[in-house]
Structure formats: structure tokens, C-alpha cells
């Protein structure tokens, strides 16, 4: 089967969508926008965030009225909206990224530990997990900004300790079965210390199912990061994030300046999307026990 | 029964005291929780009164023990913008988000439940596929983005309906089917494997063998029990609907208990914000233990096993 697949030419391999079981589309869509967040300096035409007030709400270069020097227009302020596009590719892919590694490791630790160790341990862990399940995690997320204060880093750290308990649930079931099967006790028999035995056995024996559900986090942390800009508790104005685009789009959106809300969103549900995806087919492949989740 | 339902509601009080220690515990570690409590502008003598008002320089453990016991008495304070007690404010707020909730729910249904049972009748046909793709767009756009795009269409350039407000019903219109949006792709995946679980059982087969007539069986037996699990969900999204329409709420300006949320955030009023998420989760853990004691009823597998 694999073999037939890594056979096909690669425009084959397009209209499959799919390369080795993976699916090609949003990987490409993933990896151009990581390059356009990493070389956002030199793509970019303008200072994301100076504008020309004389060049306000200036439509895409296609529409009657728009003009060349801005291929996507300006928005309130007069700032080039490609540009803004671009290094808000940045703060959505460095937030996302960070913040669901940030919440995998946490989670995994806490997982492995929970469900290896048991008692007072588990019991501690979990219900916490719990109660931390119980309230949505955009609540929790705006809650914890509305304290700690808007900036990138805190966006991080706060998504981070809200996502972590989705993590720690699904790794801690599958450490529960791990803990009875024949390698585990062998290693048990043979002396290994409780620490070595989640560090050596346990830890690569969970590792893909985190990779699995940290892709599907991926989507969810986007999300949720731009909601936070939207609100004004994210990534604080000038910089250009996403959400905070959409924010300043909506000021535009009677007065019908539609591209200063159609591009950001645009930008946001293709990241989401390609996350989405990327996680349903490693899923798949992977993880054969989380096909239901 | 008894021992099962008693289990339950013990999980979901340490749930609660969990959870209202956290949201303690965070408020204060992470600064002078004087700085969120006290009113913005406020002279340096109202900050040295409201902090022997709330009694700061005690140790955390009393401090906790009376934070809790004017929660229970449903004393969250007092808004410092409106001037009314936080409760009495959330309750004006909730019908609101109830009815946006409910329109949104019934959107979400009539989008799911249809199109989840075609899925399932043409499996990995052309409907099935269809449904796979608009189940991943509607997971993968964010709800605000989708009300945006419909403030666009519906108010700019149509001029159908109006933008923001509540009042008529066409104001709820666009917010509800934002939020439901998001839920239909939830509730269509779930018909459409609850239906194949449903069609593949031995008495969708003897219905068949009997000669019934295809549509029949689909509607009459079939439909029936795949729709159990979808109403279960249901019923467990409407409570989560009213709880995550923050953002949908905040485009639409619609006077819902998520709407009061960011306006806690956007006029520093930390009492409403606090009460808001401790409510939130509260009513949560509540529908968990009903939805858990529900099934125990039931099903008598799940009180019995394990």
C-alpha cells in the first residue's frame, strides 16, 4: 500500500491529496504560512504597523478605487492590510505553536504520572482536570487574561494552563493500560526505578497520541487566540494579529470596507482548517485507538 | 441507585470546590487582587478600606472560608458599573442568552440531524463526502468570523436584517445562527455514526427482511434510536451554548450573560467577571451530573459496572 502511493507522480499525489497517508494540502498550506510568518520582513511591502491616514480604507487593488501599491488595501489607519496579514501569520503560528507544546508537555507529565503512579497523585490530578473541564476554555482563557494582562507571552502560558487537561485525561487512560501490559512488568521485575520505567516505557508509548491531539489543538488555540485579540484581552494593539484585525475590521464593516474582515478570517479558518485535517489523518495513522474521539 | 446518584454528586461538589479554589487561588497569586476589586480611579483610602473590608492581611485559608460562604449565600458583590448585586444582573441576563440559545439549538438540529442521516444512508457517497467537508468548515470557521461575514451579507448589502440589538425576532436571527453553525458539524457527526450503529442492528435487518419499504425503515425504526445520543448531546450543548456565546454576543450586541462577561472585561469590573466564570462552571457540573444520573436510570449497566 505504501509502496503504490510513494510510486505516484507527484501531480498524482496532488489530486490524491495525499503523500505517505498524509494529507498534502494542508501541510503546503501550513508550511506557506510559516513561511510567510518567518520571512514576513522581506515579503512585506509596509510597516505593519504605520499607516498613511491620507491612504484610509483604500479597497484590495482589483476593486474600482483600489490601487497597485496596495494589493489587499489599507485599513482605519491606513495600514498596508497584506503586510499586517503577513506578520499576523507570525504571532498565530508562534502563539499556536508554543502554546499547544506548552499545554502537550504539561499535560503528557501530568498524564503519565496520574495515571502511573495512582493514588492520592491521580486523584489530585484528575480532579482538578475535572473541574478545569467543566468551564469552556475560551472562559477560562478570557478569565485568565482579564487577570494577568494582555500580551503575547501571556497569551501563551495562559492557553497553555488552559488546555492542559485535555492531555492529561486521554494520556492518563492510555498509561492505565500500558501500566498492565507484559513490558511494563518485566521492567517492574527487573529493578527499573517507578521515575525510569514513565521516562523509558511509558513517555514513547503516549508520545503519538499527544502529537495527535496537539495537531487538533492547534486549530482550537488559534482560535481561541484570536477570539481573545477580537475581545481586546489578546495580543495588544498596534501588532498585528488576526483577531485583532477582525477587531478593527468590524469598525469598517458597515461603512461596507468588507475586505478588512474577509482576509484575517480567511487567513484564520485556512490555518484552522489545515490543523484540523493534518490531526483527522494522523489520527488515523497513528493512533488507531483514537479514531472515536 | 442511590449509591451511584450519591457518587455522582459527591464527584461534582469536589468539582465545585475545585474550582472555586482555583479562581481563588488565581486571583490572589497572580498580584494584589486589590488592584482587580477595587473600582478604577479609585483614592488610595478607598484601596486601604476595601482591603480591611476584605480582610487581606488574614491568613488564605480564612480569607477562602468567607469568599466561600457569601458565594454559597449567592453574594458575588457589586458591579461596579451597574451598582446592582452581580446576581441580580446575571439573572436579567440569562433569559437572553436562554432564548438565543434555544433558536441557535434549533438550527443547529435542523442542520445536523437531516444532513448527519443522509451521510449515513449514502455512506461514502457524494452526500457523505459533502457532509465531511461542511462538518470540517464548520468546525474550522471561528463563530465571530461567520457573524461578521453575515453582518456583510444580511445587513450591509441586503439590508434584511438588522446588524445588532435585540427587541424583534429577526435580531436573533444572525447571532443564533452563528452559534449554531459551529454545533450543526458536532451534531452531524454524531447522527451520521449513530445512525450506521443503528442501521447495522438486527432489527433494522428484520425490518428490511420483512419488505418494508427503504424510506420507512430509515424514518420510522431507524431514526428513532440514533436519535438518543444526539439529544443527549443536544441537551448538554444548549448548557455550553449559553456559556461560550461570549464572543457571538460581543458581535451582535445581544444583552446575554456573555455579553455582560466582556463588558466586565471591557469596563474592569472584576465582580462580574468572577461571578460569571464561578455561575458558568457551576451550571455545568450541574448538567454533567444530570446527564450521568440520567444514564445510570437509564441504563442499568453503567450504575452497576465497575
Known amino acids: 500500500m505504501t509502496t503504490r502511493v510513494a510510486t505516484l507522480t507527484l501531480p498524482w499525489r496532488f489530486v490524491a491529496f495525499r503523500t505517505h497517508g498524509l494529507p498534502l494540502l494542508p501541510i503546503a498550506i501550513i508550511v506557506v504560512m510559516a513561511l510567510m510568518a518567518i520571512f514576513a520582513e522581506l515579503i512585506a511591502p509596509y510597516n505593519p504597523e504605520i499607516g498613511i491616514l491620507g491612504e484610509r480604507f483604500k479597497p484590495p487593488a482589483w476593486v474600482a478605487g483600489g490601487s497597485d501599491k496596495y494589493l489587499l488595501g489599507t485599513d482605519h489607519l491606513g495600514r498596508d492590510v497584506l503586510s499586517r496579514l503577513l506578520f499576523g501569520a507570525r504571532v498565530s503560528?508562534?502563539?499556536?505553536?508554543?502554546?499547544?507544546?506548552?499545554?502537550?508537555?504539561?499535560?503528557?507529565?501530568?498524564?503519565?504520572?496520574?495515571?502511573?503512579?495512582g493514588g492520592w497523585v491521580d486523584q489530585v490530578i484528575m480532579r482538578v482536570t475535572d473541574a478545569w473541564l467543566a468551564i469552556p476554555g475560551l472562559t477560562w482563557a478570557i478569565f485568565l487574561a482579564a487577570i494577568v494582562g494582555p500580551s503575547a507571552m501571556n497569551?501563551?502560558?495562559?492557553?497553555?494552563?488552559?488546555?492542559?487537561?485535555r492531555y492529561a485525561r486521554v494520556v492518563r487512560g492510555e498509561v492505565l493500560s500500558l501500566r498492565e501490559r507484559d513490558f511494563?512488568?518485566?521492567?517492574?521485575?527487573?529493578?527499573?526505578?517507578?521515575?525510569?520505567?514513565?521516562?523509558?516505557?511509558?513517555?514513547?508509548?503516549?508520545?503519538?497520541?499527544?502529537?495527535?491531539?496537539?495537531?487538533?489543538m492547534l486549530g482550537v488555540v488559534v482560535v481561541v487566540e484570536a477570539s481573545l485579540s477580537f475581545l481586546g484581552v489578546g495580543v495588544p494593539p498596534p501588532q498585528p494579529a488576526w483577531g485583532l484585525m477582525l477587531a478593527d475590521g468590524?469598525?469598517?464593516?458597515?461603512?461596507?470596507?468588507?475586505?478588512?474582515?474577509?482576509?484575517?478570517?480567511?487567513?484564520?479558518?485556512?490555518?484552522?482548517?489545515?490543523?484540523?485535517?493534518?490531526?483527522?489523518?494522523?489520527?488515523?495513522?497513528?493512533?488507531p485507538q483514537l479514531r472515536q474521539l | 441507585m442511590k449509591k451511584f446518584v450519591l457518587k455522582r454528586l459527591g464527584y461534582a461538589c469536589v468539582s465545585l470546590f475545585v474550582l472555586s479554589l482555583t479562581i481563588f487561588l488565581f486571583v490572589r497569586i497572580t498580584g494584589d487582587p486589590t488592584t482587580l476589586l477595587v473600582e478604577p480611579g479609585a483614592s488610595k483610602a478607598d484601596i486601604d478600606a476595601l482591603k480591611s473590608q476584605l480582610g487581606l492581611d488574614r491568613p488564605i485559608w480564612v480569607q477562602y472560608v468567607s469568599f466561600m460562604s457569601s458565594v454559597l449565600q449567592g453574594d458575588f458583590g457589586r458591579s461596579f458599573y451597574y451598582r446592582t448585586p452581580v446576581l441580580e444582573l446575571y439573572m436579567s441576563r440569562l433569559p437572553n442568552s436562554l432564548l438565543l440559545g434555544l433558536v441557535a439549538m434549533a438550527f443547529s438540529l435542523l442542520i445536523g440531524i437531516p444532513s448527519g442521516i443522509l451521510a449515513a444512508v449514502r455512506?461514502?457517497?457524494?452526500?457523505?463526502?459533502?457532509?465531511?467537508?461542511?462538518?470540517?468548515?464548520?468546525?474550522?470557521?471561528?463563530?465571530?468570523?461567520?457573524?461578521?461575514?453575515?453582518?456583510?451579507?444580511?445587513?450591509?448589502?441586503?439590508?434584511?436584517?438588522?446588524?445588532?440589538?435585540?427587541?424583534?425576532?429577526?435580531?436573533?436571527?444572525?447571532?443564533?445562527?452563528?452559534?449554531?453553525?459551529?454545533?450543526?458539524?458536532a451534531h452531524m457527526r454524531l447522527t451520521r455514526s449513530s445512525m450506521l450503529e443503528v442501521l447495522g442492528s438486527e432489527y433494522v435487518k428484520l425490518a428490511r427482511l420483512k419488505g418494508l419499504p427503504e424510506a420507512l425503515v430509515i424514518c420510522k425504526h431507524a431514526f428513532k434510536n440514533a436519535l438518543i445520543p444526539v439529544l443527549t448531546l443536544a441537551g448538554i450543548n444548549l448548557v455550553l451554548m449559553i456559556n461560550v456565546s461570549i464572543v457571538v454576543e460581543t458581535v451582535f450586541a445581544w444583552p446575554g450573560v456573555g455579553r455582560l462577561f466582556y463588558e466586565g472585561i471591557a469596563f474592569r469590573d472584576f465582580p462580574v467577571v468572577q461571578a460569571s466564570v464561578i455561575l458558568s462552571g457551576g451550571m455545568i457540573v450541574a448538567v454533567n451530573l444530570v446527564v450521568d444520573v440520567l444514564y445510570a436510570w437509564i441504563d442499568p449497566r453503567i450504575r452497576l459496572g465497575r
Open chain 1, 184 to 216: 511494563v512488568r518485566l521492567a517492574v521485575v527487573a529493578g527499573c526505578s517507578k521515575w525510569s520505567i514513565m521516562k523509558k516505557h511509558i513517555l514513547p508509548n503516549v508520545v503519538n497520541s499527544s502529537i495527535v491531539l496537539a495537531t487538533l
Open chain 1, 155 to 165: 497569551i501563551v502560558i495562559i492557553l497553555g494552563a488552559v488546555y492542559w487537561t
Open chain 1, 250 to 287: 468590524k469598525k469598517g464593516l458597515m461603512a461596507g470596507y468588507w475586505w478588512l474582515t474577509v482576509f484575517p478570517g480567511t487567513c484564520i479558518a485556512l490555518l484552522v482548517l489545515s490543523a484540523n485535517m493534518l490531526g483527522d489523518s494522523l489520527r488515523v495513522k497513528l493512533d
Open chain 2, 123 to 185: 455512506v461514502n457517497g457524494f452526500w457523505d463526502g459533502a457532509g465531511k467537508i461542511f462538518a470540517l468548515l464548520g468546525l474550522s470557521m471561528p463563530q465571530f468570523w461567520v457573524g461578521l461575514l453575515m453582518i456583510l451579507l444580511f445587513s450591509v448589502y441586503l439590508g434584511w436584517l438588522p446588524s445588532s440589538g435585540s427587541g424583534t425576532p429577526w435580531h436573533v436571527l444572525m447571532p443564533a445562527f452563528a452559534l449554531g453553525w459551529y454545533f450543526a458539524a
Open chain 1, 93 to 117: 503560528l508562534v502563539v499556536g505553536f508554543t502554546a499547544v507544546i506548552f499545554a502537550g508537555v504539561i499535560g503528557t507529565l501530568l498524564g503519565i504520572m496520574s495515571g502511573y503512579l
